[in-house]
């Protein structure tokens, strides 16, 4: 819906050919290859993939932010598992194709309120600090065959985001937090 969709966009503005699974909504772009696919109850339907993959993005989306009082500990494991455990499936199942590639490339999403610390964040950053735990740990065992990074992207303005950017004022206090 956003980051994603928008590298996807601009993937294909650039000639890569995109094969796109989704969580809730299908892309409305024809010229995506797409595909129904749950990291969490699904094996990554290689079938659909050509034989060599330069890249991917695993961008799911979740900012569910509450105080950690008021967190259940399964709001933690179902956090992790879409974020970390999902990413480990998705790559250990791509890994052959991305070993065929000369140049290939994973991308995963954190949070700039990992480094930072933020209020009402601990569900957030607990996964995604996992995720730059993840990166860092295969970039160097995949080195120099797979690249492996991670963005930590600030709050950005997509429809995850409406809730807490629902004003002219909020998106401006967020971009002079984060610029």
Not at 2 to 15: D, H, N, V, Y
Not at 141 to 152: D, F, G, W
Request: negative net charge.
């Amino acid at each position: 819906k956003g980051i994603g969709k928008s590298l996807a966009a601009t993937l294909i503005e650039e000639g890569a050919q995109v094969f796109w699974t989704y969580n809730e909504t299908s892309p409305d772009n024809g010229d995506v290859h797409f595909f129904s696919f749950n990291a969490m109850e699904d094996e990554l339907p290689l079938a659909d993939l050509p034989e060599v993959l330069d890249g991917i993005a695993y961008c799911p989306g979740s900012i569910n932010l509450r105080p950690f009082a008021r967190i259940k500990a399964e709001a933690f494991v179902s956090d992790f598992e879409l974020q970390v455990v999902g990413a480990i499936k998705v790559i250990q199942a791509a890994l052959p194709l991305l070993k065929k590639s000369e140049q290939a490339s994973v991308l995963l999403i954190s949070t700039v309120a990992v480094q930072s610390g933020v209020q009402i964040h601990s569900k957030v950053e607990a996964s995604t600090g996992a995720i730059e735990g993840l990166t860092r740990s295969l970039a160097a065992e995949l080195a120099p065959k797979v690249r492996v990074n991670a963005i930590a992207p600030s709050l950005t303005n997509t429809p995850l985001a409406a809730k807490l950017l629902s004003s002219d004022e909020k998106i401006q206090a967020y971009a002079e937090r984060h610029p």
